[in-house]
């Protein structure tokens, strides 16, 4: 018994958000010591996890493509024309707010599924596939928009409550993490969740086990659209204004956080807490930058080379682990049984 809950604590200590958890404390302590305390005023706390909802929400996406062996390329380009098109309705249109907030789901909804059919009808890899819709609805964007940026004014409802807090957190990140705890507990305790994690683990297996492995990546991809619907949604409520450049940063940071986080991009695992944790961390990088007035260049530096060594690091693993299956298995082939049985 004893030795199980060493094992345990063992195992915990190993784990990659145990890993993440002191990342973040320690980052947000130095961080606060270098801003002389600005960053635990109420201000910064309450700037800090504004912006911190739309990193958490498109790793989510991104984690939920990978997780059936996907990738989702158009995750910014999904929010970015989600954005501008409920931006424009409300604005030139007249379409009242509270509805207007309910277009970025629908859009992003309906692009998710979009990817998802054209990657099941065409047999073609979702890379290319999303590349493509990313390229498609970038264009989309820019004619909803142009050059101009539409002012938040036309949606203060929904401004107001990007500025609403609650004991100092604001509305839109406990959102977030309301939006990451559905994720984790679809995952893990519903059916279709346990169906996509078979899927990215197993493709064939799968569907011998009467799974269709179709249905798992259009409904990835219909999941991973509508969250980045609801980045678009937070992006509304939470920025002044909407232009061609909303959705133009997503990209990079949708791979960072579940990547880091621990997430396989094999597929068949999903690591809720550690993408929220990655995505945290992506969040002290850009809030070291601010600080220290660094060029916007060095965050994607920073995060991509912490990105290729997590990557790296996991292949490494992956190989060991098979060479360890792999000697495991010819030392079962030299048992005594199996000798005997030979002769």
């Avoid at 961080?31 to 912006?51: E, H, K, M, N, Y």
Wanted: with cysteine.
């Amino acid at each position: 018994m004893n030795g199980g809950r060493r094992t345990g604590v063992r195992a915990l200590l190993r784990s990659q958000s145990i890993t993440l958890v002191v990342i973040v404390v320690a980052g947000t302590v130095l961080l606060g010591l270098a801003s002389g305390g600005d960053l635990f005023s109420p201000v910064g706390i309450r700037t800090f996890f504004q912006f911190l909802a739309v990193p958490i929400l498109i790793g989510l996406a991104q984690m939920i493509t990978v997780a059936v062996g996907q990738l989702n390329l158009a995750v910014g380009a999904i929010g970015g024309v989600a954005a501008a098109l409920a931006a424009v309705l409300m604005a030139d249109v007249g379409v009242p707010p509270l509805l207007g907030a309910l277009v970025p789901l629908a859009v992003g909804l309906l692009a998710g599924l979009a990817n998802g059919w054209l990657v099941v009808l065409t047999r073609i890899n979702g890379f290319i596939v999303t590349l493509a819709t990313m390229t498609i609805l970038l264009g989309a964007q820019y004619a909803l928009v142009g050059t101009r940026t539409v002012s938040a004014a036309n949606w203060e409802p929904l401004a107001a409550v990007g500025r609403a807090t609650v004991v100092g957190v604001p509305v839109i990140f406990l959102a977030a993490v309301a939006v990451a705890v559905v994720v984790a507990l679809a995952f893990r305790y519903t059916r279709s969740g346990r169906r996509l994690l078979a899927s990215g683990d197993n493709p064939e297996a799968a569907r011998l086990l009467g799974i269709s492995n179709d249905r798992s990546v259009v409904l990835a991809h219909a999941a991973s659209g509508l969250l980045c619907g609801v980045a678009a949604l937070v992006s509304l409520a939470a920025l002044p204004g909407v232009n061609q450049s909303v959705g133009g940063d997503w990209l990079l940071p949708s791979f960072a956080a579940p990547i880091i986080g621990g997430v396989s991009l094999t597929g068949g695992t999903v690591a809720v807490l550690g993408t929220v944790l990655a995505a945290t961390v992506v969040r002290l990088v850009d809030t070291a930058r601010a600080e220290f007035q660094l060029a916007p260049a060095w965050v994607n530096f920073v995060i991509g080379a912490v990105v290729l060594g997590t990557v790296a690091l996991d292949r490494v693993r992956q190989v060991r682990a098979e060479r360890r299956r792999g000697a495991e298995r010819a030392q079962d082939a030299r048992t005594p049984e199996t000798v005997e049985a030979s002769r």
